[in-house]
């Protein structure tokens, strides 16, 4: 753009949609003053119908000599810029300059670069002419690129650069992310020109036809309870359920009331990884994410945090501390970025002890693992794994001779203690092999059980002997 009085070196018009009709008059008479014209393209209806006044050229020649779209405009921008080099110059763009016409912004940025006055001349686009054919307030309307796509749900939305079958194919596979595939869209074919006309259609039949560089896509808006597919549309039955004239169970919540079930749906998602069933954790996480919504609409009832506020939070700590994907830090391997992430963890919040932020509501376990491994990290334990060993058969030893009650208890605590140690070095997650081992014994007794009622054995009538063979029959059954 340029500032008032400053003497213009690149004019940049749009030519409208495709109809000569629709032409401005201020752009006709740009191209028709004399000045060298520069046309992005002379495949366009309205160029055939023009009256120059000067030498023409276009940029019809970088289509075949590049392989994207991105490097055709790039090529194009320098061109028009060369040309300014040496005098004014008119750049013509299809429909108008700054509606998905990428082009013109790249001739924009290199003229600022240089120090070049620029002006647009509008345009009408292809969102115009569809918002008139299709006869819907443009008011809402967003207008999106297929190439790029950025789209809300909830507003109608009209798509460009649609231009050959294989970008509708890619369009669609997008769109059934989010709308379903009876979803009716409307595909509006050679955009302002006379041949002009509008086909409807579902969603899921949007590639089954020819596509064209003067067709467009129109997309109805979801409503809220029909956008299951994106979070908006879950943040809105979760904030509809704590709204004043919602659910009442709800709106009773607390974050104390709450608790439990955020703990228990974390275990069970823990449960479906454990079980190797993406079904399951499918579902498990949504129970999780509603556990984190709720808190969230508990917390904005309250007044004191929204839910913004807690994805800002994580969003800002995530690109804080990946400086080497946000910035402009170096880290090749994943135990660089662990050290960059503690390094950086340790400047956001100093801490007087390295244990300091272990939740103590941990199970004892993992606790005591996570405990261990941060002592470690400054040095604070055995040299070799011969250490810990010699440990466990201390602490043994001791729980052997430990009186009753508290004494036991606690050198029972130590033997543990000692246990994960070993897990540590040994790379193993004590956690979660003790849940293995749970769910070992679990699946083995519930075998045991079986062979007794097959037998018509009561197992609280036989001896150790007859339990221990079930058991190892059990256990050779497995393998």
């Not at 490097?71 to 040496?86: D, G, H, P």
């Not at 620029?118 to 999106?144: E, H, K, M, T």
């Not at 994943?334 to 992430?341: D, H, I, K, P, T």
């Amino acid at each position: 753009m340029t500032a008032a009085g400053d003497a213009i070196r690149i004019h940049i018009a749009g030519l409208g949609p495709g109809d000569p009709g629709l032409l401005t008059q201020e752009t006709a008479a740009l191209l028709a003053s004399g000045q060298p014209v520069i046309l992005r393209t002379r495949h366009h209806p309205t160029v055939a119908g023009l009256a120059f006044g000067g030498e023409v050229s276009d940029c019809d020649d970088l289509y075949g000599a590049a392989e994207r779209f991105d490097e055709v405009y790039r090529a194009a921008a320098e061109r028009v810029i060369a040309a300014a080099e040496r005098g004014p110059v008119v750049y013509a763009v299809p429909g108008h300059p700054l509606v998905a016409e990428r082009s013109a912004g790249e001739v924009l940025r290199l003229a600022a670069e240089r120090g070049f006055a620029a002006r647009v001349y509008p345009g009408v686009s292809f969102a115009d002419v569809a918002i008139a054919r299709l006869g819907i307030d443009g008011g809402n309307v967003q207008v999106c690129d297929a190439e790029d796509l950025r789209i809300d749900t909830w507003r109608p939305a009209v798509i460009g650069q649609v231009y050959r079958r294989e970008v509708a194919s890619e369009l669609k596979l997008r769109l059934l992310e989010w709308y379903p595939a009876d979803h009716p869209v409307r595909v509006l074919r050679r955009l302002g020109t006379a041949e002009e006309r509008v086909e409807e259609m579902e969603l899921a039949a949007l590639d089954h036809g020819p596509f064209g560089y003067l067709d467009a896509v129109y997309v109805p808006p979801l409503a809220p309870l029909e956008d299951v597919r994106r979070f908006d549309g879950l943040d809105y039955v979760v904030r509809r359920l704590n709204a004043p004239n919602g659910c009442p169970w709800d709106r009773e919540q607390t974050h104390a009331t709450l608790r439990p079930h955020l703990l228990e749906e974390a275990y069970e998602a823990l449960e479906a990884i454990d079980r190797g069933d993406p079904a399951a954790l499918e579902e498990e996480l949504g129970d999780l994410l509603l556990q984190v919504l709720m808190h969230a609409a508990v917390a904005e009832r309250e007044g004191t945090f929204e839910f913004g506020d807690v994805v800002e939070h994580i969003a800002r700590k995530l690109i804080r501390r990946h400086p080497h994907v946000f910035g402009e830090a170096v880290a090749e391997t994943a135990e660089e970025v662990y050290r960059n992430w503690e390094a950086l963890k340790q400047q956001e919040k100093p801490r007087a002890s390295i244990l300091d932020g272990v939740p103590r509501t941990l199970p004892a376990l993992a606790a005591s693992q996570t405990i261990q491994g941060r002592a470690r990290r400054v040095g604070f334990d055995w040299p070799d794994i011969e250490g810990p060993l010699e440990k466990l058969a201390e602490e043994v030893g001791e729980l052997a001779r430990a009186g009753a009650g508290p004494e036991r208890e606690a050198e029972f605590g130590d033997v543990l203690f000692t246990l994960v140690n070993i897990a540590d070095r040994l790379g193993v997650d004590a956690e979660q092999a003790l849940r293995g081992a749970n769910e070992k014994f679990r699946r083995r007794f519930g075998e045991v059980e079986r062979l007794a009622k097959e037998r018509g054995l009561e197992l609280r009538e036989l001896d150790l002997a007859g339990l221990d063979r079930l058991w190892e029959e059990a256990k050779a059954g497995e393998g």
